[in-house]
């Protein structure tokens, strides 16, 4: 069974998807599905013997391009749609011991312009509203597979936190005119309190209200509303940033930092959403010590109301000392 | 450093503690800072050698009545406020191995009654706007305390959810003339699928769109704003359905299972609430299988849309089970 469900009382989307139950599970590394194909006879995902960056979609999905009819009928309180999408497996490497971190900026910059390409590709269907790219990163976050990989969600809607971003982004257009995320930038880049690092084009920083100890978003200097709108050279410069990014959070504790990234672009929709897409990447490790975790308990889940242990100012002293030692 | 913080991206505000670094994290039983204090020369936090229940404010508070001025300024773009409100801790038994339903409906009611009383005395604060009771339960949901406890916060604005829930809840009665809930519990009290028990006053059933496998939700049949709004039977009742709940709950696996639970009232502010404002209480435990658990990942944490790999027909049944075996 795979369908989307309604729910009336917060008025959000949820998609189930109960094949996923059996996915795959934690394979010993010479099982790992994701690995090249090495004896013809047992196959992976990938049949070569080596690989570069792969994206297929993936064998246990939550959204597809042809969903079967719901068996539950559909009522005016409780609405339920077919699971119309698509979720992408996008594999960063065939080392399965590699981190995105050490491939290189060349390797990188290769991964943007996959994330650019499956945006465009999957933004195009006229049943997807809205393209997401993101990672989850280490057994702690819940990686079922420990390879190398990242994933693309395309839902028929604009999710529930890209769309409070929006009209957080439209209220302060109407008020102020001009687009929030601009305005955080040249805050950030005139106080530098919260600065980790950052190039010609991109910058990366501890938001002033971060929900997560050493939450770093990287974000446009300029307002680019998606990948797509990125210059070439703009591209190199996410792909530099964001290695000087991963390499600080890998030395921050000494061990691969687990965090989910995720990356906040334009809907393709026809929406009014240009003015107020910024272009943004967010990473949230959970670590909010080498030793201990920042769960998501009462306050956040029961009251969506964060409670963080660290000051932003102080988180983003340590990842700035990370980074450089890293360098 | 104790302050709020206003993410203007989100429109939502953070609450920064960072004493809470440092507090006590899952000492030995024999050192456990909420059972009675049995040698008075090293007193825990109740100064008693025994107890039935106990309220106090949380030793390492997130929010407090008379807080510090924040030492940063408050700007239009990042506002910061103080951290006005209160942050409780409610112990549920001076058996630090208790589990809530093992204690008796009586004391059950009585602990309904103590969650009453705060919510009525919080809530009459003037610089608090919702009064919200919760538990986090288990190792796993990032308890730092094992002795059997919940939590009472009350924030100086509608948090997130309540009011995302709030706002689902006003678009309904525009549309339909009605209290979203109170629709959802005819429905569930007509199609049974998704019931998990029920009594005179109060329901519990599996959500129609559930983020988790096996959250369920206690609701009052009848349109009750809070726990102040009912009358003794159905406080009774109420402690009665829990009591059932809970009992299944630790049958499902065969042991206790890890939830948070969540309670949603009225706002205690001014506003046109009581029409949409439907008392439930929200568990979400966070196993998906005996062994495996249910993470917030990307999906979830960066884009607020949650996949579920169960039905909820499929858990109400289990669940139905679970309690009819553990009666």
């Known amino acids: 069974m795979i369908e ?21 599970f934690l394979p010993a590394a ?3 599905p994701l690995c090249p194909t090495r004896d013809p006879s047992s196959p992976g995902e990938v049949p070569a013997s080596s690989y570069d960056l792969v994206v297929f979609e993936n064998r246990f999905p939550a959204l597809v ?14 609405p339920v749609e077919p ?38 590709v999957l933004g195009s269907r006229d049943e997807v509203a809205y393209v ?13 597979l420990e390879h190398p990989h990242g994933q693309v969600y395309a839902y028929p809607e604009i999710p529930p936190r890209p769309r409070a971003e929006l009209e957080a982004g439209m209220a302060h257009l109407r008020r102020h005119g001009t687009c929030v995320f601009c305005d955080v930038v040249a805050r950030e880049r005139a106080d530098g309190l919260r600065l980790v690092t950052q190039n010609d084009a991109f910058l990366a920083f501890v938001p002033f ?23 070439d050279p703009e591209r190199h410069a996410l792909a530099e940033l964001l290695e000087t990014v991963l ?24 929406g009014p959403w240009l003015e107020v897409s910024h272009l943004h990447l967010e990473f ?13 308990a009462g306050s956040e889940i029961g009251a969506g109301a964060f409670i963080n242990d660290m000051t932003p100012e102080a988180s983003a002293g340590r990842l700035r000392a990370a980074v450089l030692g890293a360098r």
Chains 1, 2 share one sequence.
């Not at 189930?16 to 059996?22: K, L, N, S, V």
């Not at 997401?132 to 079922?144: H, S």
């Not at 209200?209 to 210059?231: G, K, Q």
Request: net charge neutral.
């Open 65 to 78: 391009a042809d969903p079967p009819t719901p068996p539950l009928p559909s009522t005016p309180l409780y």
């Open 284 to 296: 949230t490790p959970v670590h909010r010590t080498a030793t201990k975790l920042k769960y998501l």
């Open 132 to 144: 997401f790219v993101f990672e989850n990163r280490g057994e702690v976050i819940g990686v079922t």
């Open 247 to 270: 390499r600080g959070f890998d030395a921050l504790f000494g061990f691969p930092l687990p965090y989910v990234m995720s990356m906040h672009q334009a809907p393709t929709d026809d």
């Open 83 to 120: 699971a119309r999408g698509a979720t992408e497996v996008v594999l960063y490497s065939d080392d399965h011991d590699a981190s995105l971190a050490q491939l290189g900026t060349d390797h990188i910059r290769r991964l943007v312009d996959v994330w650019a390409d499956r945006y465009r």
């Open 30 to 32: 010479d099982h790992c």
């Open 209 to 231: 209200a971060a929900r997560f100890p050493y939450e770093v978003h990287l974000i446009a200097h300029r307002h680019a509303t998606s990948l797509l709108d990125l210059t």
């Open 4 to 24: 989307r469900r309604f729910d009336p009382t917060t008025r959000e989307w949820r998609t189930f998807a109960t094949h996923r139950q059996d996915r795959t």
